[in-house]
T-cell receptor
Framework: DAKTTQPNSMESNEEEPVHLPCNHS???????IHWYRQLPSQGPEYVIH???SNVNNRMASLAIAEDRKSSTLILHRATLRDAAVYYC?????????????FGDGTTLTVKP | KAGVTQTPRYLIKTRGQQVTLSCSPI?????VSWYQQTPGQGLQFLFE???????NKGNFPGRFSGRQFSNSRSEMNVSTLELGDSALYLC????????????FGPGTRLTVL
C-alpha cells in the first residue's frame, strides 16, 4: 500500500488558518486522498476526501498538488475543538481495497 | 440515525484467554472494518467484511479472526491473548465497499494483564 508522511505535530492559534501537509509520493492513479481526525477518547471522524481537484466542505478544504504526490488540509479558522490527531490516508478505489492505511498522523494543538 | 456502536467499551482479560468484541454498524451499512490502535503502532487495519465475506485482511496473526452476520453486525475474536494485544479496537462502517467515508465507533479498550 502507498504510504503517507505527515509532520508529527503542529501548533496553531485560535481563529487562525491551519495548513496540515501530507506527502504521498507513491500514490497510484486509483488512490483517493482522505483525511480523518481523531479527538481525544473518540474514534476517527471523516473530514474530507479528494482525487485530483481541490475540494471544499463545511469542515475544511483539501488542496491537492498537480502531480498528486502531496496534499494539504486547510482549516480556515482553527477553534479549540479542532485540536486532534489528523490522519492523511490513501484509499484505493477497487473491489478488494477497502482497507485504509493510517500513518502516524499530525497532532494539532490549538492555542487560545 | 444511530452511530456505530461497539460493545463492550472496556474489557480486562488475562494472558491466554480469548475475547470477542462486537460491532453494530449504522443501519443500512453493509461494510464493516476493524482496526487496532496502540500508542506504538498507531492505527492498523485488521480486516474488512462485506456481505458476510471477509474482503481484506491486514498483517495480523491467525489468533485474530472475525465474522459478519446477515444483519451486518460484526464480531472479532482474539484467542490466546498476549500482553501486546492491549489496545483500542475500533470498528468502522460504510454503506458499501470503496465508499468514500467510513464512520467509526468509539472503540473497545482491551487490557490484557
Amino acid at each position: 500500500d502507498a504510504k503517507t508522511t505527515q509532520p508529527n505535530s503542529m501548533e496553531s492559534n485560535e481563529e487562525e488558518p491551519v495548513h496540515l501537509p501530507c506527502n504521498h509520493s507513491t500514490i497510484s492513479g486509483t488512490d483517493y486522498i482522505h483525511w480523518y481526525r481523531q479527538l481525544p477518547s473518540q474514534g476517527p471522524e471523516y473530514v474530507i476526501h479528494g482525487l485530483t481537484s481541490n475540494v471544499n466542505n463545511r469542515m475544511a478544504s483539501l488542496a491537492i498538488a498537480e502531480d498528486r504526490k502531496s496534499s494539504t488540509l486547510i482549516l480556515h479558522r482553527a477553534t479549540l475543538r479542532d485540536a486532534a490527531v489528523y490522519y492523511c490516508i490513501l484509499r484505493a478505489y477497487n473491489t478488494n481495497a477497502g482497507k485504509s492505511t493510517f500513518g502516524d498522523g499530525t497532532t494539532l494543538t490549538v492555542k487560545p | 440515525k444511530a452511530g456505530v456502536t461497539q460493545t463492550p467499551r472496556y474489557l480486562i482479560k488475562t494472558r491466554g484467554q480469548q475475547v470477542t468484541l462486537s460491532c453494530s454498524p449504522i443501519s443500512g451499512h453493509r461494510s464493516v472494518s476493524w482496526y487496532q490502535q496502540t500508542p506504538g503502532q498507531g492505527l492498523q487495519f485488521l480486516f474488512e467484511y462485506f456481505s458476510e465475506t471477509q474482503r481484506n485482511k491486514g498483517n495480523f496473526p491467525g489468533r485474530f479472526s472475525g465474522r459478519q452476520f446477515s444483519n451486518s453486525r460484526s464480531e472479532m475474536n482474539v484467542s490466546t491473548l498476549e500482553l501486546g494485544d492491549s489496545a483500542l479496537y475500533l470498528c468502522a462502517s460504510s454503506p458499501g465497499l470503496n465508499y468514500n467515508e467510513q464512520f467509526f465507533g468509539p472503540g473497545t479498550r482491551l487490557t490484557v494483564l
